[in-house]
């Protein structure tokens, strides 16, 4: 089983859509969460990064943590062409000294216009 | 504030040749993160530098192995070249590694074709 599972797509919505992205993991050790949005030939940018569960908004932008579930999600509200991009969940590990990032193989979206 | 830059943008070897990959990480970032982003495999990990140490590496062979500068940029050496290391390198940076809630910050990558 993978750390971490995301569904690859491609998912296409109409402009003005709520998207939503998820991915669920399997180490409940997990403690820090992030979306990256990585458009063609482009290195992943930052989009949210949350600790603790529960929501985190930024714009159209929401990061969901359900931790008891193991399960997060990124929902874009009033989608935009310019959202068509893949999009990697990651988590790392907390404490010092011990690297684990790992990263969701990507979810691609398209907007329609 | 610039980013994470990585150079050059494309690189083009033959089997059994080397290549080097070059990062300069944001300004006031210690840590340096080097990653393979191969078609349809998402990002496997490479190596992580902080202070000019190697702090840890993913499931690679030796012959894919790095360096950090006393500026902290970074440098990826890929020997022995393989059709198979044909990838998307990407180099990230953050504020200090593995150490309280710092994100990592990406470059966009050196794209390495193996002919």
């Known amino acids: 089983q993978k750390e971490v599972e995301q569904d690859p797509g491609p998912l296409s919505v109409p402009e003005g859509a709520i998207v939503s992205l998820n991915c669920t993991y399997s180490n409940s050790a997990f403690q820090y969460f992030m979306w990256y949005r990585q458009y063609s030939r482009k290195g992943p940018e930052l989009l949210m990064y949350t600790y603790s569960s529960g929501n985190k908004e930024d714009g159209r932008f929401t990061a969901q943590v359900d931790k008891s579930s193991k399960y997060i999600s990124l929902f874009i509200r009033d989608s935009q062409p310019s959202d068509s991009a893949t999009y990697l969940c990651a988590m790392r590990f907390p404490g010092s000294g011990t690297y684990k990032y790992i990263f969701g193989t990507g979810t691609r979206l398209k907007v329609l216009a | 504030e610039a980013g994470v830059t990585q150079s050059p943008t494309h690189l083009i070897k033959t089997r059994g040749q080397q290549a080097t990959l070059r990062c300069s990480p944001i300004?006031?970032?210690?840590?340096v993160y080097w990653y393979q982003q191969a078609l349809g495999l998402g990002l496997q990990f490479l190596l992580w530098y902080d202070e000019g140490e190697e702090r840890n590496r993913g499931n690679f062979p030796p012959r894919f192995s790095g360096r950090q500068f006393p500026n902290y940029s970074s440098e990826l050496n890929v020997n022995a070249l393989e059709l198979e290391d044909s990838a998307l390198y990407l180099c990230?940076?953050?504020?200090?590694?593995?150490?309280?809630?710092?994100?990592?910050?990406f470059g966009d990558g050196t794209r390495l074709s193996i002919l």
């Open positions: 990230a940076s953050s504020l200090v590694g593995g150490i309280g809630n710092q994100p990592q910050h």
């Open positions: 300004s006031g970032h210690t840590s």
